[in-house]
């Protein structure tokens, strides 16, 4: 497994911008899929975003405006979010595991999971 530690959220106003960081321990950050998965109060977690190697996806609610993105010498990922809605208030946490990419967003393929980190976006 890798250690994940997630970084960069805060309060944003509506159509402001935020970018996550979750850094990764381990030497093998290169051949893991990472996501980036989120949960709002009362709700069940949702995928947001993931990457193997050079392929990418986006859950429809975010395309667009989100993009993820991969530094592999600083064995971290980002998640730059633009054009922040109320909606996309929730804790963002970044999940590592030997994911298949038909499978990169289902929460269970993932065996690594950062603390997470608070995003809220205010009206």
């Known amino acids: 497994q890798v250690q994940l530690v997630e970084s960069g959220g805060g309060l944003v106003q509506a159509g402001g911008s935020l970018r996550l960081s979750c850094a990764a321990s381990g030497r093998t950050f290169n051949s893991y899929a990472m996501g980036w998965f989120r949960q709002a109060p009362g709700k069940e977690r949702e995928f947001v975003a993931a990457r193997s190697g050079t392929s990418t996806i986006y859950a429809n609610s975010v395309k667009g405006r989100f993009t993820i993105s991969r530094d592999n010498a600083k064995n971290t990922v980002y998640l730059q979010m633009n054009s922040l809605k109320p909606e996309d208030t929730a804790v963002y946490s970044c999940?590592?595991?030997?994911?298949?990419?038909?499978?990169?967003?289902?929460?269970?393929?993932?065996?690594?999971w950062g603390q997470g980190t608070q995003v809220t976006v205010s009206s």
């Open positions: 999940a590592a595991g030997y994911v298949t990419y038909r499978d990169l967003a289902k929460p269970s393929e993932y065996n690594s």
